[in-house]
């Protein structure tokens, strides 16, 4: 498989969002943010996590290092505060861009070193309304500020005016994030492709695998190291979450993670897996057969999920819901259910008796879709903000009053992702028992209709089994 020359970085792009960030303060009656990046994690002793900035702090910097602040006003000024230089640490831990060459680096009007955080955040929350910061995601953050708010107060009698409001950055900065700009689909995409190269590296791995009679000592980790393999050597940094490699019962496990489980020939094998590519992540799942063949039953499992899926995905667009393609998905499982016997007809009547009674949910117990973006499960509220509550299925059979779903627009970018998930029980025909199958694609949502962003690895059962074959 060729390698894809790296993407450039883009430094506007950033300067671009924080400018949008100054304005919706401006709208939202002005203030000032202030923005922690990720705090770095000891694993154990001293060694630590691989770092990762926040996912807010790095989408307004494009600013790697950790120790970080961003303090970004409603006039549109920033200040950047960061790790002073320092040869010894440097040794160990690599360059640091230090607060003199900062500015000019990110295109901030003013950087400062943060080992005086707390003299010069009293100045920078002076004369503002309101002090913007995340709720609940940092710890701590909120008794600091407090702090700093003390300071401004006990200063108001020279003339310091002290904010009299606190409010939720992530409000603002989850509508941001949720419909992507020009620079984040360029790498959205790119996750996208690395993603499903990895996915076809796997099916067409074990594939061979299958046909050289090789199978033998494989088991779920060699598969998960034929995704990491791929993800590396394409630029990603890595996973964007802990990938699931499934074979056979295993499938009927939601999360689980890739493990010892050998890969046996006759049984299916579902890989839910995604990079993170400068910052943006890609999530697929395929469900492939071991042996390169789907036998009768796994067909027509996978071929009521594929429909789902391809009902789903006509169900994105503009205008729209997003839970339009979660009824879409749903009503096609549903029919799926009854054809193969998985629910029974005299028991459980037609596809809307099926919704309304939700007994579909032994066999589909998840969402179809999630927003993707920085994070896999990425910000932005479901729900449509501005319209009253109605009345809505619960999914637990019962009736549940909510706000509307989310109205789709361009830029918005989910995953579909319908399943299906026998575990044996009585009634519950043999010949499906412990099939697992998952079927995941990511969706731009476009002026005219939807993108698939995943699509270089096959999803139709005769395309992955010709891959699997060498032939493809
Ligand atoms: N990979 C987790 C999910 O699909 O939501
Ligand atoms: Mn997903
Ligand atoms: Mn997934």
């Not at 070193?113 to 995601?137: C, I, K, R, T």
């Not at 819901?321 to 629910?343: I, N, P, S, Y």
């Not at 809307?352 to 927003?371: L, Q």
Request: proline share 8%.
């Amino acid at each position: 498989m060729s390698l894809l020359p790296p993407l450039a970085a883009d430094p506007e792009a950033p300067r671009q969002r924080r400018a949008r960030l100054a304005q919706t303060l401006r709208e939202a009656g002005g203030g000032v943010a202030v923005l922690p990046t990720a705090p770095q994690r000891v694993r154990n002793r001293d060694t630590h996590h691989p770092y990762r900035p926040d996912s807010h702090f790095h989408y307004l910097t494009g600013f790697d290092e950790p120790d970080a602040w961003l303090v970004l006003d409603s006039t549109g000024r920033s200040t950047l505060l960061c790790l002073p230089r320092d040869p010894e640490r440097e040794i160990w831990d690599g360059h640091r861009l230090g607060p003199e060459a900062a500015a000019a680096a990110l295109g901030v009007e003013a950087a400062l070193s943060v080992e005086d955080l707390d003299q010069h955040m009293p100045n920078l929350l002076s004369g503002h309304p309101a002090v913007w910061y995340p709720f609940g995601v940092h710890e701590g953050l909120a008794t600091r500020i407090e702090r700093w708010l003390d300071v401004v107060r006990a200063r108001e009698r020279q003339g310091a005016s002290c904010p009299t409001q606190c409010r939720d950055l992530s409000v603002l900065l989850d509508e941001m994030r949720l419909i992507k700009d020009a620079h984040e689909l360029q790498l959205m995409r790119r996750a996208g492709t690395i993603s499903a190269l990895a996915h076809v590296r796997v099916m067409e791995r074990c594939g061979q695998w299958a046909r050289e009679g090789r199978l033998e000592p494989c088991r779920e980790y060699h598969l998960e190291a034929e995704l990491l393999h791929e993800f590396r050597r394409q630029g990603a940094v890595g996973p964007a979450y802990p990938s699931i490699v499934a074979a056979g019962a295993n499938a009927c496990v939601l999360h689980h993670p890739a493990g010892e489980a050998a890969l046996k020939p006759g049984e299916l094998c579902l890989v839910d897996a995604g990079c993170e590519y400068r910052g943006y992540a890609g999530d697929i799942t395929r469900t492939f057969p071991i042996s390169g063949r789907f036998s009768a039953a796994q067909r027509e499992l996978y071929e009521i999920v594929l429909a789902a899926q391809t009902a789903a995905i006509a169900a994105l667009r503009p205008g729209a819901r997003l839970r339009d393609a979660h009824e879409a998905a749903l009503r096609v499982l549903c029919q799926g259910m009854l054809d193969t016997g998985l629910l029974d007809r005299s028991r459980h009547g037609d596809v809307d008796e099926v919704i309304g009674t939700a007994a579909y949910r032994p066999f589909y117990m998840h969402g179809t879709s999630h927003w993707l973006g920085r994070d896999v499960h990425d910000v932005g509220s479901y729900v449509q903000e501005d319209e009253p509550p109605i009345e809505q299925p619960d999914g637990m059979g019962g009736r549940v009053l909510r706000k509307p779903s989310r109205i789709l627009q361009p830029g918005m970018v989910a995953t579909v992702e319908p399943g299906l998930y026998v575990r044996p029980a009585p009634g519950v025909p043999e010949r499906y028992w412990h099939l697992g199958i998952r079927i995941e694609d990511d969706a731009l949502i476009t002026p005219a209709g939807c993108e698939l962003l995943t699509r270089d690895a096959p999803v139709q059962p005769d395309e992955i089994e010709a891959l699997m074959a060498g032939a493809a």
